[in-house]
């Protein structure tokens, strides 16, 4: 009787050709992991070693699960899920896995793999796969040798062993079809001796002879096509394995469940260039759905009908009930489902992002816009790739912007179905979308209706619901019109003052007030000369006062060059403020030892040169002078102040009559417009949906000109209404517009600077927390290899040393991985008990090395050493630290004694060194973040540490200075902390 037989080469074309490509792969591994209820699945792309290792930890696989169903191709997906569940106490899972050929697309990321998998209570597995022998031209399936074996606790793998059956096994089944093979094969497997595994799998962070549950794959060599999918073909766009893999499981979408699996995939450049390439925050988050411009949210019944909500400009959602009029009362083939889309305008001056906020996210929608398909909270590809527009949104755009509002990129979201509900959406075997059956025309009719609708509904001129959308677009294009003219506005005055700024210290920097004052003092001496050889001594007199008034004169134009007017109504940055600062200080020191002594010094000279004339002539004509001038300055300065005030008010009338009359040509305009179409258009023989059309179509016209005009004049209204009148009796208390605008002004920029230092201090945070974690499992890696060393060493003479060496140098390291953890809050839930004789303990395990090195001397006091206080560690201990590795920076280019000292007085802890001190003038900047004197300091420390403790009720202050020491810092600690 004839039968079918399985060739080799069919396993080949069901994986490696099947699949769709690298990223897919790696994919169908994730999912594998989901179903062996691992709660982690990690891959790692060690490119210096041109290997790729993938692991979860899965339930792992004994020998007879290997062979019985990893080795079977096409297992039933019930026996994987009633195998996979049956231990588990969670809540069981969707099986992803359909047709059980998923695994093969390992084939796809390189020519060999090396399996190593465990199951609770059973010996690890280990197996050996050339994916080359599945080639052979004329093999059968059942002739090919797989190595399959078990290893005990603690035995070791021998892949070479493995390797030379495989090569045994193709010598007998090569034939002349298959040039090549052989030689190629028998390259790949030499791979392996010149592979450390455990060097590998430690790179990967895990130990390959020791996991307790879970299945792991490492591939070598690797596809050239693994590293080509970790290029962007351009610069917007993100790599094909990101696009694939990012957003395995549903994690933008509020209210969102855990993920069952999270999913890290590393990229080694080098030993020390290690990235998390599709980290959550790579992804979009909950907070930038949120603050997206519009929402739709809902659920399509089983005949396709929406009920939801709608909400346009973050305003309160609309309920929006939705009919799919091609159901005709039948239910559909795909099933109920649920929708959850976010968007953002594509212009950033209709959006109501922030404008960084809306480039930030405008990058991320390139890389990774769309709408995702999430089947049991699980990722279904390649849906919510930006490049697969699988509802021809932008198709249907390009035919007509104006009835298809949408664009896909300008989208994010997940349309969420289950394989219960909708078991008709049917994968194709590739992974390359559904399979194109009524179901799936179904699903993708109503969504596109969907979209269709909500356009026509709420973004289309005259839609039902459109004014909302109109509204909200105009505000935020008034909004941004006005941001842009404020800020250009802004930039300019800055630019101005800070010129000015320029200029004055230049002047300083070259004492030219020390040089015109000279002129002055020298001009003087002449006018005394002159005086004094004129006959009649009124002449005199009046030549002195003359003389005395230029030079008054002279120098309040001298005062008034060094003067910089701080620009009103505008806030300073950080920066500008310090110089702001200076100048002032440096202005105050110029008028004080320049001009001012200069002033008395003129007065009381020519006071002695008008005793040798006429006195009482003299005395009456500077007193005449004095007076005539200083009114005469008065009405100067109030007269221009008058003609400026009465030029911009006639200015402000002149246009606020023109926009007027330019709202009144416009409104009219278009008025006559729709009332000459509405007078030539004949309604009778048109249908009642084209009626309805029409007359919203011409009403949204006239209103939406209507109410743009309004919203202008108003504008002009309400800035005119703004400004605040005041009288002479309550001018003092009266607060400008301008003034506000400035203060609100400069808080917004002091949130703005906040918010770009606390980003960064969130990314150090970041980046510590990983390197301690990876530090962690490395670590504990070695601690468990030398604990097996040990009892090698105890029976091998020639190894002790060696043990020995490793040991104290371990003992060294893991020392200082220790010290991160009292520096870890999320330890401590309520602040606990500190000691002093704690701290003294872990500066020294710190800095001793240091201290003994650069020969400071560490000292505490009784009061300190006996200290007990409550606060969180993570406050306390990183700003002790910060001050000790201060002081002996320092200390170490001091040349006197070198001492650090720590106290404790009721309410503080202080800490005191003995060198240099705190430069005059930097008392309060070392306290500012990116202030150091360090050549390569951050200007981190002191910054963190006082924003840290005053988060916690505490403090941290520079006290006075004193002779008999550097520097004092106070750490004032919280009322509570010493109850």
């Known amino acids: 009787m004839a039968e079918f037989k399985t060739s080799a080469r069919a396993v080949d074309m069901l994986g490696r050709q099947q699949i769709a490509g690298i990223p897919s792969a790696i994919s169908e591994l994730f999912k594998n992991a989901h179903d062996a209820y691992a709660a982690r699945a990690e891959a790692d792309f060690i490119r210096f070693k041109d290997a790729f290792v993938i692991r979860d930890d899965g339930d792992g696989m004994s020998r007879a699960d290997f062979e019985g169903r990893w080795l079977t191709l096409g297992t039933s997906s019930k026996s994987v899920q009633g195998s996979a569940s049956r231990n588990h106490a969670g809540p069981r899972r969707a099986i992803l896995g359909e047709k059980g050929i998923g695994r093969l697309a390992i084939a796809a990321i390189g020519p060999q793999t090396l399996v190593v998998t465990k199951a609770h209570g059973h010996p690890r597995v280990v197996s050996l796969i050339h994916w080359g022998v599945f080639e052979l031209a004329h093999a059968g399936l059942d002739e090919l040798v797989v190595p399959v074996e078990e290893l005990s606790e603690g035995e070791a793998l021998d892949v070479r062993k493995m390797g030379e059956r495989i090569l045994s096994n193709l010598r007998e089944l090569i034939t002349e079809d298959d040039e090549g093979l052989y030689e190629r094969i028998e390259l790949d497997v030499s791979r392996w001796r010149e592979t450390d595994l455990v060097e590998l799998a430690n790179m990967a962070g895990f130990d390959l002879t020791s996991f307790d549950s879970g299945t792991a794959f490492v591939i070598l060599p690797t596809s050239p096509d693994l590293e080509a999918d970790l290029e962007p073909q351009t610069p917007k766009e993100a790599a094909p394995l990101l696009r694939t893999l990012i957003g395995f499981a549903n994690t933008m979408t509020p209210g969102h469940s855990a993920p069952e699996l999270r999913t890290v995939f590393r990229d080694h450049r080098a030993p020390d260039n290690i990235s998390d390439l599709i980290e959550e925050q790579e992804f979009f988050t909950v907070n930038e759905f949120l603050n997206a411009d519009h929402h739709f949210q809902g659920q399509f019944d089983e005949y396709g009908q929406f009920s939801g909500t709608v909400s346009i400009f973050g305003g309160e959602p609309v309920t929006f009930p939705l009919a799919w009029n091609a159901a005709r009362g039948t239910k559909t083939q795909c099933g109920p489902f649920k929708l959850n889309l976010a968007y953002i305008q594509g212009r950033a001056k209709q959006s109501r992002l922030e404008p960084n906020d809306y480039f930030l996210i405008t990058e991320k929608l390139d890389r990774y816009g769309g709408l995702y398909?999430?089947?049991?909270?699980?990722?279904?590809?390649?849906?919510?790739?930006?490049?697969?527009?699988?509802?021809?949104?932008?198709?249907?755009?390009?035919?007509?912007?104006?009835?298809?509002?949408?664009?896909?990129?300008?989208?994010?979201?997940?349309?969420?179905?289950?394989?219960?509900?909708?078991?008709?959406?049917?994968?194709?075997?590739?992974?390359?979308?559904?399979?194109?059956?009524?179901?799936?025309?179904?699903?993708?009719?109503?969504?596109?209706?969907?979209?269709?609708?909500?356009?026509?509904?709420?973004?289309?001129?005259?839609?039902?619901?459109?004014?909302?959308?109109?509204?909200?677009?105009?505000?935020?294009?008034?909004?941004?019109?006005?941001?842009?003219?404020?800020?250009?506005?802004?930039?300019?005055?800055?630019?101005?003052?800070?010129?000015?700024?320029?200029?004055?210290?230049?002047?300083?920097?070259?004492?030219?007030?020390?040089?015109?004052?000279?002129?002055?003092?020298?001009?003087?001496?002449?006018?005394?000369?002159?005086?004094?050889?004129?006959?009649?001594?009124?002449?005199?007199?009046d030549r002195l006062v003359r003389a005395e008034l230029a030079a008054q004169v002279k120098l309040r134009e001298l005062a008034s060059d060094l003067q910089v007017k701080r620009p009103r109504g505008v806030a300073l940055s950080a920066e500008l403020s310090r110089r702001s600062a200076a100048y002032e200080a440096a202005r105050f020191e110029v008028l004080t030892s320049v001009v001012e002594p200069a002033e008395r010094e003129i007065e009381s000279t020519l006071g002695q040169a008008g005793l040798a004339l006429d006195a009482a002539l003299h005395r009456r004509l500077r007193f005449d002078q004095a007076v005539d001038q200083a009114v005469s300055d008065a009405r100067t300065l109030v007269g221009e102040a008058r003609q400026d005030l009465t030029r911009r008010a006639n200015d402000t009338g002149d246009r606020a009559k023109d926009a007027v009359r330019v709202a009144h040509r416009a409104l009219e305009d278009a008025a006559v417009g729709v009332l000459q179409e509405a007078s030539k258009t004949d309604v009778s023989g048109i249908t009642d949906e084209s009626f309805t059309l029409l007359r919203n179509s011409l009403e949204g016209r006239v209103r939406s000109v209507a109410a743009a005009q309004a919203e202008e004049l108003t504008a002009i209204t309400d800035q005119l209404r703004a400004v605040a009148w005041s009288s002479q009796d309550d001018a003092i208390d009266e607060v400008s517009l301008v003034d506000q605008v400035e203060q609100l002004e400069a808080r917004v920029e002091a949130l703005t600077d906040r918010a770009a230092q606390d980003f960064e201090l969130v990314q150090i945070g970041m980046a510590v927390n990983i390197v301690t974690h990876e530090f962690e499992n490395s670590v504990k890696s070695v601690r468990d290899n030398l604990r097996r060393l040990r009892s090698w060493a105890q029976q091998n003479a020639g190894l002790r040393p060696l043990y020995s060496d490793l040991r104290v140098s371990f003992d060294h390291l893991d020392g200082y991985l220790k010290l991160f953890t009292p520096l870890h809050r999320r330890l401590y839930r309520e602040p606990v008990e500190i000691r002093g004789v704690d701290v003294q303990r872990y500066l020294h395990d710190v800095f001793d090395k240091r201290l003994n090195d650069q020969e400071v001397a560490l000292e505490v006091s009784d009061s300190f050493e006996s200290m007990r206080v409550r606060m969180y560690p993570s406050t306390l201990y990183p700003v002790i630290v910060n001050l000790i590795d201060n002081a002996i920076y320092w200390l170490d280019r001091y040349a006197g004694d070198r001492v650090i000292y720590l106290d404790k007085v009721p309410g503080l802890i202080t800490v005191t060194d003995s060198g240099p001190g705190i430069s005059v003038g930097d008392e309060e900047a070392i306290f500012e973040q990116g202030f150091s004197k360090k050549p390569a300091g951050s200007g981190y420390g002191l910054f963190v540490a006082r924003e840290v403790l005053r988060r916690d009720g505490a403090d941290i202050s520079l006290a006075a200075p004193a002779a008999d020491r550097g520097a004092r810092f106070d750490i004032v600690l919280p009322d509570e902390s010493e109850g």
Do not use: C
């Not at 356009?455 to 001129?461: G, H, M, T, W």
């Open 373 to 541: 398909i999430y089947r049991d909270g699980i990722r279904v590809l390649p849906y919510g790739d930006s490049r697969f527009d699988w509802l021809d949104v932008e198709l249907r755009r390009t035919k007509s912007a104006s009835d298809h509002f949408f664009s896909y990129r300008r989208m994010f979201g997940a349309v969420e179905i289950s394989r219960e509900n909708n078991s008709r959406l049917r994968e194709k075997a590739g992974r390359e979308g559904f399979a194109t059956n009524e179901a799936y025309r179904q699903f993708r009719a109503i969504l596109q209706n969907f979209l269709l609708q909500v356009a026509s509904e709420f973004f289309r001129e005259g839609g039902a619901q459109a004014e909302m959308y109109e509204d909200g677009r105009i505000a935020n294009e008034r909004m941004e019109k006005a941001r842009r003219a404020r800020s250009k506005q802004v930039r300019a005055r800055r630019s101005e003052y800070s010129a000015a700024l320029d200029r004055f210290f230049d002047a300083v920097d070259t004492r030219r007030p020390e040089t015109r004052v000279a002129e002055i003092q020298a001009d003087i001496v002449s006018a005394i000369d002159t005086a004094k050889r004129d006959r009649d001594p009124s002449t005199g007199a």
